[in-house]
């Protein structure tokens, strides 16, 4: 099948409606950060950067898909799928300080730019003997975890503050706070994984699912529905497509991170090779690769300096062991799982329309 | 006048109600925890013990009293109340990240706990070669972020299920919010003044401001307030009794930071000096000190190996340039300003009694 660069409409059209929304808000917060005691308005500028760099705006827009599916109108869901790209802000900002990456969607993550000469706050240029002290690396990562909760908060005010009546707002706002202990969960699992002498496949799928399967399509979608007051029904089939897509995701995600092109993912490759990421392509060659070829990529997994080269050999492994080939399979069919979902009389044939061709573009994507 | 251990009664009370509450909610999520893909049961238990070891449940009991004031029943602002003490444990493990404080009511912070062997997951005892990594400094630091973020999620999980007409929880919610904003950006400043090269006095105390003394007493009092559906007038006097005394507060805190005896404080005098933190303190003392005791005082500030002797001298500079003194009587007049805001008519006498006894032991605490 081919891969696409091509977003299906209604991502599109979300994120033409949202990205001036967002840079005014992002704009508003840089303008106050100069009124500060301390003068904030470089860290401000780099945190407005990083979220309107790109990034597929597919939560918000499943958000008001999500709303349209229960009969709502776009305007009572449009705050909180803005929040909800907050939302996913934050959790890549403390993502990225996690993982240590030092590129996201193209540019610097938070707690490099921070790291950089003046990266946080200004010289005082009528001080001749001023000099602004560079942030360690420990204040550079301590102010990005805070950058990144700011992110949160507002996204927190976006999703309260949606024009619906207070019972509706209040049964979408407490979704989104157990989708908040729920999505941080699965990142702890995940920084700790590590320290656990093995992981079972299951395992390794269930803390990706909690990670991001979940908070990427059944929370945005839930969340809408519950805005527009949407049937059990509605909601049900929401649900049903949501949660095979969430996995598929994922899998999309990890065969991106190994065999995508960097200058379509805006990350590097093989990324999450050097992590030692658990993704399901090495746990499936794990098992099925041949001896000597499981222990070339034990080797080499989890390496941090490992060289293209080095890269090249493991994505041999993932090839030949058949992990590749499963991978892309196994999305496929959770996509035409996730498909079958939208055949339920209760969700509308346009917005199934546009959900049939969100899933496709989730598996098939090439960034 | 008298240092004091005993709190008073609204706070003994909410302690013995809480407690209970809130270790039956920690104990249900240890015993979750040996179920999850990656066994944190020790994880989960250092954070259990970390919120029920102390703390003196100020901000849970003033949210009581501000439903109170307001009119409402207890139990319409006691999730809320609990929800606030999580909130207060969130800020608190990501502060001591932040700072890089090892002890925290007298025991060891959650980045410390996570650092020891088996401090995150235990050992599979059936796997005969199975040794658990010990978290690297990285690991731990990222999981103490996480659970931290956890006690956030369950604090809006229970401010959300505040039993009260949605209108009133929803109000409340977006005050939490807005607040959450307000002390992450404070927090944020807080980490960004050392790289400023010089901050102004007001510049620091807007900064303490925002950290600290607008969460403590205005947010709680204000909550609970909402929560009751009180009067703007209740809301006003509230709010006239909260401004000044979380000023207070926070320079009694300065105060126990550095006087202050740390087997009853449970942290190690002099580490705002280690630090080199801008209180109030040191403000005052850097401007009215001697040249020859500025001097010393500077020389000192920030340095993390300062002995007992070292953090004696510049204690000397404190007291010398008068600043201990100033802040003393400083705190005590902020906290008379807090008092006549209680004369208000709007303010139910019983309510007022007690507030009183707070904003006292909130200046004259021994802990």
Known sequence: MTRTSVAPTSLLEFARESDPVLR????EKVSAAAKLPVDLTPAFGALRDYVLRGGKRLRGALCLLGCAAGGGARHEAFTAAIGLELFHAYLLVHDDFMDRDEERRGGPTLHVSFARPEGVTRAAKTVSDVSVATASAHAAG???ILFGSLCQAWALEQILAAPVAPPRALAASRLVARALAEVTLGQALDVAAPLAHSLARDAALRIEELKTGSYTFALPLELGALL?????????????????????FQIADDLLGTFGAPEQTGKSAGNDLREGKRTLLVLHALEFATPAD???????LGKHDLDEAGIEALRGVLRRSGAEEFARAESERLCAQAEAALESKSIPTAVGAELRAIARYSVRRAS
């Open 294 to 300: 499981r222990a070339l990529l034990l080797s080499g």
């Open 24 to 27: 005014a808000l992002l704009e």
């Open 142 to 144: 301590s102010l990005a």
């Open 228 to 248: 527009a007051g949407a049937s059990d029904a509605t909601r049900g089939a929401l649900a049903n497509y949501a949660l095979p897509l969430g996995k598929a």
